[in-house]
Protein backbone atom coordinates (compact mmCIF):
# COMPACT_ATOMS: atom_id res chain seq x y z
CA UNK A 1 0.00 0.00 0.00
CA UNK A 2 3.12 2.55 0.16
CA UNK A 3 3.75 4.29 -2.34
CA UNK A 4 6.73 6.41 -0.58
CA UNK A 5 8.08 7.09 2.45
CA UNK A 6 9.90 10.33 3.63
CA UNK A 7 12.35 10.95 6.64
CA UNK A 8 15.00 12.52 7.59
CA UNK A 9 18.42 11.02 8.43
CA UNK A 10 18.59 7.59 8.31
CA UNK A 11 20.81 4.26 7.58
CA UNK A 12 19.72 5.33 3.96
CA UNK A 13 21.04 8.80 3.52
CA UNK A 14 23.99 9.94 2.70
CA UNK A 15 24.84 11.14 6.13
CA UNK A 16 23.30 8.02 7.83
CA UNK A 17 25.56 5.85 5.43
CA UNK A 18 28.72 7.75 6.61
CA UNK A 19 27.86 6.97 10.18
CA UNK A 20 27.45 3.24 9.56
CA UNK A 21 30.51 3.20 8.67
CA UNK A 22 31.96 4.83 11.61
CA UNK A 23 29.81 4.33 14.36
CA UNK A 24 30.98 1.39 15.98
CA UNK A 25 33.89 2.74 16.45
CA UNK A 26 32.85 6.50 17.82
CA UNK A 27 29.27 5.90 19.09
CA UNK A 28 27.15 8.71 20.32
CA UNK A 29 25.18 10.44 17.89
CA UNK A 30 27.10 8.99 15.17
CA UNK A 31 26.46 5.70 16.43
CA UNK A 32 22.76 6.33 17.14
CA UNK A 33 22.16 7.47 13.46
CA UNK A 34 24.58 4.21 12.49
CA UNK A 35 21.86 2.46 13.92
CA UNK A 36 18.85 4.00 13.11
CA UNK A 37 17.38 1.40 10.57
CA UNK A 38 13.87 1.02 8.32
CA UNK A 39 12.96 -2.04 8.73
CA UNK A 40 10.41 -3.67 6.59
CA UNK A 41 10.38 -1.55 3.69
CA UNK A 42 12.06 -1.84 0.28
CA UNK A 43 15.02 1.17 -0.33
CA UNK A 44 13.66 2.07 -3.26
CA UNK A 45 10.89 3.40 -1.76
CA UNK A 46 12.82 5.16 1.14
CA UNK A 47 13.39 8.85 0.63
CA UNK A 48 15.73 9.69 3.32
CA UNK A 49 17.36 13.26 3.62
CA UNK A 50 20.24 15.02 5.41
CA UNK A 51 18.41 18.28 5.08
CA UNK A 52 17.75 18.91 8.31
CA UNK A 53 21.12 18.07 9.96
CA UNK A 54 22.65 20.47 7.24
CA UNK A 55 20.06 23.59 8.27
CA UNK A 56 20.45 22.61 12.33
CA UNK A 57 24.42 22.93 11.68
CA UNK A 58 24.28 26.17 10.09
CA UNK A 59 22.27 27.76 12.00
CA UNK A 60 24.94 27.08 14.96
CA UNK A 61 22.98 26.70 18.67
CA UNK A 62 19.90 28.28 19.58
CA UNK A 63 17.75 28.45 21.91
CA UNK A 64 14.50 28.61 20.54
CA UNK A 65 12.20 26.82 22.39
CA UNK A 66 11.80 22.64 21.29
CA UNK A 67 8.09 23.28 19.90
CA UNK A 68 9.67 26.33 17.50
CA UNK A 69 12.58 24.03 16.81
CA UNK A 70 10.66 21.22 15.78
CA UNK A 71 8.24 23.16 13.57
CA UNK A 72 11.33 25.19 12.02
CA UNK A 73 12.64 21.49 11.06
CA UNK A 74 9.56 20.48 9.80
CA UNK A 75 9.92 23.26 7.25
CA UNK A 76 12.66 22.38 6.00
CA UNK A 77 11.85 18.33 5.32
CA UNK A 78 8.49 20.15 3.72
CA UNK A 79 10.59 21.72 1.35
CA UNK A 80 12.78 18.40 0.12
CA UNK A 81 9.27 16.59 -0.07
CA UNK A 82 7.44 19.45 -2.49
CA UNK A 83 10.41 18.91 -4.47
CA UNK A 84 9.71 15.14 -4.87
CA UNK A 85 6.11 15.58 -4.97
CA UNK A 86 3.57 12.53 -3.98
CA UNK A 87 4.29 10.07 -6.80
CA UNK A 88 1.09 8.35 -7.31
CA UNK A 89 0.35 7.98 -3.71
CA UNK A 90 -3.68 9.38 -3.32
CA UNK A 91 -3.34 9.44 0.64
CA UNK A 92 -0.89 11.28 3.10
CA UNK A 93 -0.51 9.37 6.45
CA UNK A 94 1.71 12.12 8.95
CA UNK A 95 2.01 11.95 12.54
CA UNK A 96 0.56 15.15 14.56
CA UNK A 97 1.20 18.73 12.73
CA UNK A 98 4.69 16.76 11.41
CA UNK A 99 5.18 18.63 7.58
CA UNK A 100 2.46 20.85 7.81
CA UNK A 101 3.53 22.76 4.51
CA UNK A 102 3.75 19.40 3.27
CA UNK A 103 0.04 18.84 4.44
CA UNK A 104 -0.97 21.77 3.07
CA UNK A 105 0.84 20.85 -0.86
CA UNK A 106 -0.36 17.03 -0.39
CA UNK A 107 -4.08 18.25 -0.08
CA UNK A 108 -4.09 20.91 -3.07
CA UNK A 109 -3.08 18.29 -4.76
CA UNK A 110 -6.47 16.17 -4.10
CA UNK A 111 -4.53 13.97 -1.79
CA UNK A 112 -6.41 12.65 1.65
CA UNK A 113 -5.45 13.87 4.84
CA UNK A 114 -4.83 11.32 7.98
CA UNK A 115 -3.47 12.87 10.69
CA UNK A 116 -1.95 10.41 13.29
CA UNK A 117 -2.17 12.12 16.54
CA UNK A 118 0.12 10.07 18.84
CA UNK A 119 -0.06 12.18 22.37
CA UNK A 120 -3.12 13.86 23.98
CA UNK A 121 -3.27 17.68 22.33
CA UNK A 122 -3.36 19.20 25.49
CA UNK A 123 -0.09 17.34 26.57
CA UNK A 124 1.72 20.82 27.02
CA UNK A 125 -0.10 22.38 29.18
CA UNK A 126 -0.80 19.44 31.54
CA UNK A 127 3.32 19.58 32.10
CA UNK A 128 3.56 23.06 32.20
CA UNK A 129 0.88 23.15 34.84
CA UNK A 130 2.97 19.95 36.96
CA UNK A 131 6.03 21.95 36.33
CA UNK A 132 4.35 25.08 38.39
CA UNK A 133 3.74 22.49 40.87
CA UNK A 134 6.91 20.70 41.19
CA UNK A 135 9.56 24.08 40.92
CA UNK A 136 13.27 23.09 39.76
CA UNK A 137 12.08 20.22 37.49
CA UNK A 138 11.32 21.81 34.94
CA UNK A 139 11.36 25.14 33.07
CA UNK A 140 7.71 26.47 32.20
CA UNK A 141 6.80 27.12 28.98
CA UNK A 142 5.45 31.30 28.20
CA UNK A 143 1.78 31.46 27.36
CA UNK A 144 3.21 32.32 23.51
CA UNK A 145 5.09 28.96 23.28
CA UNK A 146 1.78 27.23 24.41
CA UNK A 147 -0.75 29.23 21.86
CA UNK A 148 1.81 28.20 19.19
CA UNK A 149 2.05 24.75 19.61
CA UNK A 150 -2.02 24.88 20.05
CA UNK A 151 -2.27 26.61 16.77
CA UNK A 152 0.09 23.88 15.21
CA UNK A 153 -1.68 21.03 16.00
CA UNK A 154 -5.19 23.06 15.29
CA UNK A 155 -3.77 23.77 12.06
CA UNK A 156 -3.16 19.56 11.17
CA UNK A 157 -6.66 18.51 12.70
CA UNK A 158 -8.66 21.09 10.13
CA UNK A 159 -6.84 19.94 7.44
CA UNK A 160 -7.21 15.97 8.15
CA UNK A 161 -9.86 13.77 6.75
CA UNK A 162 -8.86 11.38 9.16
CA UNK A 163 -7.58 11.69 12.51
CA UNK A 164 -6.55 8.58 14.11
CA UNK A 165 -5.88 8.01 17.67
CA UNK A 166 -4.17 5.68 19.96
CA UNK A 167 -6.50 5.29 22.87
CA UNK A 168 -9.92 7.19 23.99
CA UNK A 169 -8.06 9.64 26.03
CA UNK A 170 -6.22 11.15 23.09
CA UNK A 171 -9.80 11.11 21.40
CA UNK A 172 -10.95 13.31 24.21
CA UNK A 173 -8.23 15.86 23.38
CA UNK A 174 -8.71 15.88 19.86
CA UNK A 175 -12.50 17.01 20.40
CA UNK A 176 -11.87 19.18 23.44
CA UNK A 177 -8.95 21.52 20.91
CA UNK A 178 -10.75 21.38 17.99
CA UNK A 179 -14.54 19.82 18.05
CA UNK A 180 -15.05 20.30 14.41
CA UNK A 181 -12.72 17.35 14.45
CA UNK A 182 -14.81 15.07 16.74
CA UNK A 183 -16.18 13.71 13.32
CA UNK A 184 -12.91 12.61 12.08
CA UNK A 185 -11.64 10.41 14.67
CA UNK A 186 -10.96 6.42 13.95
CA UNK A 187 -9.17 4.95 17.26
CA UNK A 188 -6.27 2.81 16.24
CA UNK A 189 -3.96 1.70 19.52
CA UNK A 190 -0.32 0.56 18.81
CA UNK A 191 1.36 -2.44 19.94
CA UNK A 192 4.70 -3.18 21.37
CA UNK A 193 7.98 -3.40 19.66
CA UNK A 194 9.45 -5.47 22.07
CA UNK A 195 8.96 -9.32 22.35
CA UNK A 196 10.21 -12.03 24.57
CA UNK A 197 10.68 -14.92 22.64
CA UNK A 198 8.27 -17.01 24.98
CA UNK A 199 9.68 -15.99 27.79
CA UNK A 200 7.42 -14.72 30.72
CA UNK A 201 7.83 -13.08 34.00
CA UNK A 202 9.89 -13.79 36.93
CA UNK A 203 9.61 -11.61 39.56
CA UNK A 204 11.87 -10.27 41.90
CA UNK A 205 9.83 -9.29 44.64
CA UNK A 206 9.57 -5.89 45.77
CA UNK A 207 11.86 -4.79 42.48
CA UNK A 208 9.35 -1.73 40.98
CA UNK A 209 10.45 -0.37 37.63
CA UNK A 210 10.16 2.75 36.09
CA UNK A 211 10.98 3.71 32.69
CA UNK A 212 10.55 7.21 30.67
CA UNK A 213 13.07 9.78 29.41
CA UNK A 214 10.29 12.65 30.42
CA UNK A 215 10.27 12.71 34.14
CA UNK A 216 7.53 15.53 35.20
CA UNK A 217 5.23 14.29 32.58
CA UNK A 218 5.52 10.42 33.35
CA UNK A 219 4.94 11.46 37.19
CA UNK A 220 8.44 10.53 38.57
CA UNK A 221 7.83 12.79 41.16
CA UNK A 222 5.39 11.02 42.30
CA UNK A 223 7.24 7.92 42.47
CA UNK A 224 10.10 9.38 44.52
CA UNK A 225 7.52 10.21 47.29
CA UNK A 226 6.14 6.81 47.24
CA UNK A 227 9.75 5.86 47.26
CA UNK A 228 10.62 7.52 50.17
CA UNK A 229 7.52 6.22 51.94
CA UNK A 230 8.05 2.75 51.16
CA UNK A 231 11.52 2.25 51.35
CA UNK A 232 10.90 3.48 54.86
CA UNK A 233 8.48 0.83 55.86
CA UNK A 234 10.05 -1.89 53.69
CA UNK A 235 14.11 -1.76 53.29
CA UNK A 236 14.63 -4.10 50.67
CA UNK A 237 12.42 -2.74 48.08
CA UNK A 238 14.06 -2.04 45.03
CA UNK A 239 13.14 1.04 43.00
CA UNK A 240 14.33 1.35 39.45
CA UNK A 241 13.97 3.71 37.08
CA UNK A 242 15.53 3.85 33.54
CA UNK A 243 15.57 6.47 30.46
CA UNK A 244 16.59 9.44 32.80
CA UNK A 245 19.96 10.68 31.97
CA UNK A 246 19.88 14.03 33.92
CA UNK A 247 22.59 14.37 36.67
CA UNK A 248 20.63 17.15 38.30
CA UNK A 249 17.74 14.60 38.51
CA UNK A 250 19.90 12.43 40.01
CA UNK A 251 21.18 14.85 42.86
CA UNK A 252 17.80 15.83 43.78
CA UNK A 253 16.97 15.07 47.25
CA UNK A 254 13.48 13.62 46.99
CA UNK A 255 15.13 11.33 44.81
CA UNK A 256 17.42 9.39 47.12
CA UNK A 257 15.81 6.30 46.99
CA UNK A 258 15.25 5.89 43.49
CA UNK A 259 17.96 3.59 41.88
CA UNK A 260 19.03 5.19 37.96
CA UNK A 261 20.00 3.18 35.19
CA UNK A 262 20.77 5.30 32.42
CA UNK A 263 19.35 4.64 29.39
CA UNK A 264 19.05 0.89 28.74
CA UNK A 265 19.27 -1.34 25.30
CA UNK A 266 16.40 -3.40 24.25
CA UNK A 267 17.84 -6.47 25.53
CA UNK A 268 18.56 -4.95 29.10
CA UNK A 269 14.79 -3.49 29.16
CA UNK A 270 13.29 -6.37 28.47
CA UNK A 271 15.31 -8.24 31.45
CA UNK A 272 14.03 -5.39 33.63
CA UNK A 273 10.46 -5.84 31.99
CA UNK A 274 11.26 -9.99 33.05
CA UNK A 275 12.70 -9.70 36.46
CA UNK A 276 10.15 -6.36 37.67
CA UNK A 277 7.55 -7.33 40.25
CA UNK A 278 5.21 -4.61 39.11
CA UNK A 279 6.00 -1.79 36.19
CA UNK A 280 4.79 1.80 37.80
CA UNK A 281 3.96 4.75 35.66
CA UNK A 282 2.04 7.14 37.16
CA UNK A 283 2.03 9.59 33.48
CA UNK A 284 0.02 12.73 33.23
CA UNK A 285 -0.65 12.37 29.57
CA UNK A 286 0.10 9.87 26.92
CA UNK A 287 -0.94 8.61 23.38
CA UNK A 288 -0.21 5.07 24.33
CA UNK A 289 2.41 4.28 26.75
CA UNK A 290 4.88 2.30 24.98
CA UNK A 291 6.41 1.08 28.03
CA UNK A 292 2.81 0.09 29.52
CA UNK A 293 2.11 -2.24 26.54
CA UNK A 294 5.59 -3.85 26.95
CA UNK A 295 5.63 -4.50 30.38
CA UNK A 296 2.11 -6.29 29.98
CA UNK A 297 3.68 -7.98 26.73
CA UNK A 298 5.67 -9.22 29.54
CA UNK A 299 3.40 -10.37 31.62
CA UNK A 300 4.47 -7.45 34.17
CA UNK A 301 1.51 -6.04 36.36
CA UNK A 302 0.81 -2.66 35.93
CA UNK A 303 0.20 0.21 38.39
CA UNK A 304 -0.64 3.10 36.00
CA UNK A 305 -3.15 6.22 34.92
CA UNK A 306 -6.30 6.41 32.40
CA UNK A 307 -3.82 9.21 30.76
CA UNK A 308 -0.98 6.41 29.77
CA UNK A 309 -3.99 5.39 27.00
CA UNK A 310 -4.17 1.66 27.56
CA UNK A 311 -7.54 -0.53 28.15
CA UNK A 312 -6.82 -1.57 31.46
CA UNK A 313 -9.53 -2.42 33.53
CA UNK A 314 -8.77 -1.64 37.46
CA UNK A 315 -8.39 -4.82 40.14
CA UNK A 316 -8.50 -6.90 37.03
CA UNK A 317 -5.59 -6.69 34.87
CA UNK A 318 -4.00 -3.88 36.45
CA UNK A 319 -4.21 -1.07 38.82
CA UNK A 320 -5.22 2.36 38.24
CA UNK A 321 -5.05 5.49 40.01
CA UNK A 322 -5.62 9.28 39.20
CA UNK A 323 -1.93 11.44 38.10
CA UNK A 324 -0.65 13.24 40.85
CA UNK A 325 -2.00 11.37 43.74
CA UNK A 326 1.08 9.97 45.61
CA UNK A 327 -0.96 8.71 48.72
CA UNK A 328 -3.16 6.24 46.20
CA UNK A 329 0.66 5.24 44.33
CA UNK A 330 1.75 4.27 48.09
CA UNK A 331 -1.53 2.37 48.81
CA UNK A 332 -1.57 0.73 45.39
CA UNK A 333 2.51 -0.42 45.18
CA UNK A 334 2.22 -1.74 48.94
CA UNK A 335 -0.95 -3.54 47.82
CA UNK A 336 0.88 -5.05 44.65
CA UNK A 337 4.05 -6.03 47.23
CA UNK A 338 1.95 -7.56 50.10
CA UNK A 339 -1.18 -9.40 48.41
CA UNK A 340 0.92 -11.55 46.23
CA UNK A 341 -2.43 -13.95 45.44
CA UNK A 342 -3.72 -10.28 43.23
CA UNK A 343 -0.41 -9.72 41.81
CA UNK A 344 -0.62 -13.37 40.35
CA UNK A 345 -4.36 -12.71 39.15
CA UNK A 346 -3.14 -9.37 38.23
CA UNK A 347 -0.55 -11.10 35.57
CA UNK A 348 -2.26 -13.59 34.85
CA UNK A 349 -5.07 -11.76 33.74
CA UNK A 350 -2.92 -9.97 31.26
CA UNK A 351 -2.37 -12.42 28.92
CA UNK A 352 -5.66 -11.86 27.48
CA UNK A 353 -5.18 -7.87 27.48
CA UNK A 354 -1.63 -8.09 25.71
CA UNK A 355 -3.91 -9.83 22.81
CA UNK A 356 -4.61 -6.64 21.95
CA UNK A 357 -1.58 -4.79 21.57
CA UNK A 358 0.20 -7.25 19.54
CA UNK A 359 2.15 -5.41 16.06
CA UNK A 360 0.15 -7.86 14.11
CA UNK A 361 -3.23 -6.34 16.34
CA UNK A 362 -2.16 -2.92 15.40
CA UNK A 363 -1.25 -3.98 11.88
CA UNK A 364 -4.47 -5.43 11.17
CA UNK A 365 -6.62 -2.39 12.68
CA UNK A 366 -4.64 0.22 10.86
CA UNK A 367 -5.27 -1.62 7.57
CA UNK A 368 -8.62 -2.40 7.84
CA UNK A 369 -9.30 1.28 8.82
CA UNK A 370 -7.05 2.26 5.73
CA UNK A 371 -8.72 0.18 3.17
CA UNK A 372 -12.05 1.00 4.38
CA UNK A 373 -11.63 4.85 4.16
Same mark, same amino acid.
Given at each position: ????????? =??? =?? &?G? $?????G????????? %? =?????????P????????????????G??????????H?????????????G??????????Y?????F??????????? $??D????????R???R???????????M??????F @??????????? /?????????????????????? /??? $?????Y????????????P???????????????????????????? @??????????????????????????????????????????? =?????V???? /???? /???? $???? @??????????Q????I????????? @??????? &??A?I???????????????N???????????????? %??? &?L???
Amino acid at each position: MLSRLYTDS =SQH =SA &LGR $ICRRLGRRIGGPIGR %L =SNREIEGVPPEKIFSTDAIFWSDLFRGRRHDAPIIQCHRRHKTLSRVMQRRGTADADTLYTMYHEGLDFIRYAKDKGLRI $IVDVFIHPMTDRIVNRESLTHPGWQTPMTESVLEF @ADSLIWQALEL /ADVVLCPSQWVAEGVSALSPAA /ARK $IRTCPYGSSITYDGRVNDPAPGRVFYAAACPLRKGLPDLAQAANVLK @AKYPLMDFRVAGITDPAIYRRPECRNLTFLGNLSGAQMREEFL =SADMFVLPTH /AEGL /ASAV $IEAI @AAGCPVITTRQAGVSIRDGVDGMLL @APGDAEA &LVAAIEKMYCDRNLRATLAANMRELAAEYTMQAWKER %LVH &LLREM
